[in-house]
């Protein structure tokens, strides 16, 4: 009789999490990965996306690199950091981490760098 055991392989290992400071614009990450919309005449679809349960994240000018918000949620749900950023240029302090290829930032600190706007 031939068994066949499956083996899961393990996760990728992380790059070690890092404080990091980050410049560029909050993007809802479905629409600007699909088709790379962003920016003001983009944000009411970005804020009803965000609101439907898309991610946000930060287009950091520097590296054009995507970090995508993530939170524990392990405690209930929680608002997004980002969600009152969306489609502004903003300054985000807290921890990056890349895993298999996805860059991801707890958020510690929002400051917007966009001129005040009517919203």
Known sequence: MLVLVSRTEPAP???????????????????????????????????????????????????????????DLTTGPQPNPLLAYVAQKVEVRGTTIERGGINGVVVRQVKSLSPAAKR
Do not use: N, W, Y
């Open 13 to 71: 290992a992380a790059d070690p999490p890092h404080d990091r400071v980050l410049r560029g614009e909050v993007v809802e990450t479905g629409c600007f990965v699909i088709g790379g919309r962003k920016g003001e005449t983009h944000r009411q679809c970005a804020l009803a996306c965000a609101h439907a349960g898309e991610s946000l994240g930060v287009l950091d000018d520097q590296t054009k690199m995507l970090f995508v918000v993530v939170q």
